[in-house]
């Protein structure tokens, strides 16, 4: 391969990484509010009484009820909020989401990071002695 194009990829390898960094640093710094969370995923749920006159009986379900899904020690649970600590509890669970959701997408930029630093390793890299 040519020098002047083995510039002009690592020229747009170059590119490529100073978008996903910027990218990276809005959010981290995103993530940086300190605002207060709750470890858990916001639900709403639906529940059956146990009446049988009831019209959940027939499928109408109660609700819905505040909840949040959190995992502990592995299992998956539902935790139902109590109504008064509703608003609190979701703003902060939400904010936990958010909070979940930007960490994703700095995990994924990393790695698209470090393909594109793989990349440019190949592309400036030679063997020696030539073959």
């Known amino acids: 391969m040519a020098t002047s194009t083995k510039n002009r990829i690592i020229q747009d390898f170059e590119k490529q990484l100073s978008s996903l960094n ?3 640093t809005k959010s981290i710094f995103q993530l940086l509010h ?4 709750i470890h858990g995923l916001p639900l709403e749920v639906f529940r059956k009484c146990g009446k049988n006159n009831c019209k959940c009986a027939q499928g109408q379900l109660h609700g819905p009820y505040p909840a949040l899904s959190v995992n ?9 909020v109590r109504k008064k600590d509703s608003p ?8 936990y989401k958010h909070f979940q959701q930007t960490l994703s997408r700095i995990r994924k930029i990393n790695k698209e990071i470090d393909i594109i630093l793989s990349d440019i390793k190949s592309a400036s890299t030679t063997m020696y002695p030539k073959e």
Do not use: A, N
Request: proline share 4%; aromatic share 0%.
């Open 34 to 37: 300190g605002k207060p969370m």
């Open 72 to 80: 502990k020690d592995g299992r998956q649970k539902t935790v139902m």
């Open 88 to 95: 609190t509890v979701l703003l902060k669970s939400i904010r």
């Open 22 to 24: 910027e990218e990276r």
